[in-house]
């Protein structure tokens, strides 16, 4: 566990990281802009490309125009543009993600326990078998923490929770009772 100036400490710094990037979006951003203005610029290019090529005392400039593959440009743009996009949207948001893989038993949920300060009740580490085994997401939240528990009786457990399962993975017959389930 850390205390509270450590804690603070490793805030700082994760904010210090997050601030970094602040350069970097407004870069993706005018390069995001640029490329949108290209495209259309390239679209309305296109149009007047399909107009020339249409008159009839043009041949020769109609067969140079064809040549021009302002669709294969336009598909490549749209290509790094939702690249980009993706970038951005990855490196806009407001969290440090990490990821940490290996066989089980090597200390995966032990080094993120000893980066995050958390303790066996978040990230279990035991030895022998399996503690976490699923993709777990850890992050701080600074608002105070909240549990949003529902409650169900039999009828709609099966029919809200358990029935959803059974439609989504296309499983019949729904169960009617806890004993059929």
């Known amino acids: 566990m850390y205390t509270n100036q450590q804690r603070t ?4 710094r994760l904010t210090e990281i997050l601030d970094k990037r602040k350069p970097f979006i407004e870069r993706l951003t005018s390069v995001e802009n640029h490329l949108k203005t290209l495209y259309s610029t390239l679209l309305e290019l296109e149009k ?3 107009k020339l090529i249409k008159l009839p005392d043009n041949a020769e400039i109609a067969g140079n125009l064809q040549q021009i593959n302002f669709p294969g440009l336009l598909k490549r743009l749209e290509f790094q543009t939702n690249k980009l996009a993706q970038l951005h949207k990855r490196f806009d948001r407001g969290t440090l993600n990490i990821g ?3 066989l089980m038993g090597q200390g995966k949920s ?3 326990k000893s980066l995050s ?3 066996d009740d978040e990230i279990p580490a035991r030895e022998g078998g ?11 939240q600074n608002q105070p923490t909240y549990a949003r528990v529902t409650f169900h009786d039999e009828d709609s457990f099966l029919k809200e929770v358990i029935g959803s399962y059974y439609e989504e993975l296309g499983l019949a017959p729904k169960p009617k009772s806890l004993d059929e389930f």
Request: charged letters at 5%; aromatic letters at 4%; proline letters at 0%.
């Open 48 to 50: 007047h490309r399909q």
């Open 100 to 102: 940490v893989v290996g």
């Open 9 to 12: 400490n490793i805030a700082s």
């Open 117 to 119: 300060g958390l303790s």
């Open 130 to 140: 399996a503690c976490t085994a699923v993709r777990s997401t850890v992050y701080h």
């Open 110 to 112: 032990t080094l993120l």
